[in-house]
């Protein structure tokens, strides 16, 4: 069922109430989880799709990161304990194919898989972790329940339409708003490798808070820092100001009207010796913990003035499972509808709810929110919404946004 509507709600640009927006970076325990799990997913789509041709039920998005124990300090420091990672969740292991008339039990190596990826993924993140000494790795990865997977079956061909494998919902906005866009381009610059060889004392565990009240514009940025690349306490501000003033400098570039604040590393106390240093980059080391779905949305902020799913997007199955797909999908008619557009339509908000067992291209509910620009007939911008939405909401789109999911092409945290 589709609706579209007037929205009843001022643009966020233009509320009174002020503007909270976090991300948490690629480094942060939570992150790290949802950047494993769904690296698990898509390993275990490729497995299936290459030696059967299709993907097997499969959903791995229960990840945690279990915190270790360390004594950084200026120049090194010393891993007592270390971290601990575990990927949870259910996939099939065991196929019965067919050869001739003889029928034939093979095993799909799901342990090896999974493993195997949370160190290339771990790897890929971090640069001074030590994946020998610093992290174990641990997996518990059981076959799905009956019910579920009965239902992936119905649907997994790719010239059928997948059935919902829940009754859930997810929801989406556009575009962004300025402290959106400077909370997530401030994390992408600080977890650059561009800025990280110049900035070595820059650990990949970041997190960007961003306020706004009025025109002002206030960042905080959590950033840990690296041991064995600082020497001294003037070394550790010098770095902590370098991230300052980058942020400063891009927050010119990507909100130029704005009046723009931010500070770094706010718990420091340096005279007592008391400062964000860590031996591997991340805060994991020494007892911070994460799991999957505490951190971003699916857009890759945390928005509370926004509408939210609190939907673990990340490790779940990109074929039928709706807490995934809709989520992604609203975000990205929301998108479009602005784009079409062409300034007519301030906002989009879209909310897709789905029946489980109901083909996942006819949502129970499609709501589409629009505020226009001033002076723009509604019908006008009502007629957008639903041409966007008919044609996002087709098999040829739902095999492209899935091809897309497991090929890593779509942002999801």
């Known amino acids: 069922m589709l609706k579209i509507t007037r929205a009843n709600f001022l643009p966020i640009e233009k509320s009174d109430f002020p503007e909270i927006c976090e991300r948490k970076g690629i480094g942060h325990p939570d992150t790290v989880c949802d950047a494993v799990a769904d690296a698990c997913s898509r390993a275990l789509c490729a497995y299936y799709l290459k030696n059967y041709d299709r993907v097997y039920h499969h959903n791995v998005d229960k990840a945690a990161l279990v915190g270790g124990t360390a004594k950084p300090s200026f120049g090194g420091g010393m891993i007592i304990q270390p971290q601990y990672f575990l990927i949870v969740g259910r996939a099939i292991n065991q196929i019965l194919t067919e050869c001739g008339t003889e029928t034939k039990l093979e095993y799909v190596p799901v342990a090896t898989i999974c493993l195997e990826t949370q160190r290339q993924e771990l790897g890929k993140i971090f640069r001074n972790l030590d994946l020998n000494k610093d992290i174990q790795f641990d997996y518990a990865v059981r076959p799905g329940s009956i ?7 119905d ?19 556009a575009p962004y708003s300025d402290v959106e866009k400077i909370t ?52 550790y501000m010098n770095y902590t100001n370098q991230i300052k003033e980058s942020v400063l400098d891009l927050a010119a570039k990507v909100i130029p009207e704005r009046e723009v604040t931010c500070q770094v590393n706010v ?8 400062m964000y240093l860590t031996i591997t980059g991340t805060s994991a080391e020494a007892g911070d913990d994460g799991e999957v779905g505490r951190g971003n949305r699916s857009n890759g902020l945390i928005t509370p003035c926004r509408t939210m799913s609190l939907e673990a997007v990340c490790g779940k199955n990109p074929i039928n499972h709706v807490g995934k797909i809709y989520n992604v999908l609203s975000t990205e008619i929301a998108r479009e509808i602005v784009k079409r557009g062409e300034g007519d339509i301030t906002e989009a908000h879209v909310k897709l709810l789905s029946q489980i067992g109901r083909p996942i291209t006819d949502p129970w509910v499609n709501s589409i929110e629009l505020i226009p620009a001033p002076n723009v007939n509604f019908a006008s911008i009502e007629k957008i919404g639903k041409e966007v939405s008919d044609e996002f909401l087709t098999k040829e789109y739902m095999i492209n946004l899935r091809r897309r999911l497991i090929e890593g092409k779509v942002q999801v945290f």
Do not use: W
Request: glycine residues 10%.
């Open 155 to 173: 649907s997994h061909h790719t010239e059928e339409v997948p059935l919902a494998n829940d009754t859930s919902f997810g929801v989406g906005y």
């Open 147 to 153: 019910d579920l997977t009965g239902v992936f079956d």
């Open 267 to 274: 718990a420091d106390q340096i005279e007592k010796g008391i």
């Open 184 to 235: 997530l381009e401030a994390e992408y610059l600080i977890n650059s490798s561009k800025f990280k060889d110049k900035c070595k004392g820059s650990g990949e565990d970041v997190k960007i808070m961003t306020e706004r009240i009025g025109n002002k514009v206030g960042i905080t940025v959590a950033a840990a820092m690296v041991s064995k690349f600082i020497n001294d306490k003037d070394e």
